[in-house]
């Protein structure tokens, strides 16, 4: 059994909209905040902005919606990460307690600060390799 | 040929990152954004809250990013949209003058005040028999 | 009589929070954009980012809430502004109808794109000479 | 020596803008989750929203900008609070490491779920009596 990499924060009441629920666009600061973490935890910062000139620039995400986060909910996020050529795909499950409230898929693209596209930098390939990922992940892919 | 409904706004300086261009989230609420000027043009703000008890709720969303925005760009949405059955879906094309920048699709259904799913208003029901819809609209799906 | 600058836009559904209103922070993007609006229309955005590389950073903010303001409210902005030897200085008031809902009030310094101190852009200075204050135009100052 | 209570979390990707830095209305979230973060920590979260059908509403707010703060900067947020008649204020000192980049002050009244000013809450007053104000905290005051 691996152990899935996992991020944790509670619901701001800025997150929230009108229904009482988090508007749907804050999962993906929710994803963003989980990828920086697993970034920060693999010792991957060094390879992104700031410190390095490259970013991975989003090119596709997507959120399903399965029940709503309330204010100070505390949510937890896991993913998996592959990479796919040149890309670098995210997938996300989101919890409150052991309920699945979401789930997301984001896909990357490396770039430099003139926004042309880069080689993956070496110590991002060599985190691959370490990485396992399950086709079935998403209940909804 | 039909005409296509569009909402105009400018890039706000909030609306961009540390890239230099609008974040990959803010690209929903120009969708949203969209969407809620459609059902003022369509006469359909009083089948939705605050008129309305009732919402339309966020099932899934996905965003394909083509070509970056910045701050001060003109952005053009244009919209199409259809009923499934108890969902309604929303295509999207965001332009900064001819170019294409982004192309998004939501899906969504009418909840109430306690988020449970309700009926469609028959003014919604009414308004979606004279949509058109292209099923190869979007260059990505 | 004066005209007084305005801007106007309704509320997104993003703007809101699970009170039911304007969460607070988003005061300020009504007055970014006012603002923006006003450099729009007195010919001032060729000072700014992204035309020129210098920026009006924020020193100070403060927003006085008077009354609360919902999904598709149309909020109207009016805002003066003056110099104040090197820093800039607007005020805002927000009105839904006739009603008074919030008060602002602002201060900038022009930065260069390292973030150092820089002098005013003459069009700045001679658009400043033509803009009327009214001391007591905020009832909170 | 009093122990201060204070708030840390990293600087989001999304919280940034085109000027590199933390757009000035994210200083504000950054205090509201302060603020709720201490409301968790003397066990206050049962006296609101959504435990409580009531919230604090913000009156008036104020942020002093000394230093930029940029992705993934660790910020830590240090609040003191008082009441005053039925007011309740807030104020902020933030730090990266031992820099001081920020102040703020947040003012706040007890409202019900219809926006109408009730009475504090027994737990809230009782807790005020605990907590220390220094009257020459904030260096902009």
Redesign the interface.
């Known amino acids: 059994m691996s152990k899935q990499f996992f991020y944790e924060r ?1 619901v ?3 997150d ?6 988090v ?4 999962y ?2 929710f994803c ?2 989980a990828r ?1 973490a697993w970034m920060r935890a693999t010792n991957l ?1 060094k390879i992104h ?2 410190v390095s000139e490259n ?1 991975l ?9 399965l029940k ?1 986060a ?3 909910d505390l949510v937890r996020v896991e993913l998996q990460v592959r990479s796919q050529r040149l890309k670098i795909q995210f997938q996300y499950v989101m919890f409150i307690g052991t309920e699945r409230i979401a789930e997301a898929e984001t896909l990357h693209i490396p ?1 430099n600060k003139n ?1 042309r596209p880069v080689r993956h930098a070496p110590e991002l390939l060599n985190q691959m390799e370490k990485e396992s990922w399950t086709e079935t992940w998403l209940s ?1 892919s």
């Open positions: 509670y701001a009441f800025s929230t909209d009108a229904m009482g629920v508007h749907h666009a804050n993906l600061r963003e905040e920086v910062t902005y700031p970013v620039a989003v090119l596709h995400h997507q959120v399903w919606h709503p309330r204010f100070e770039l926004l909804n």
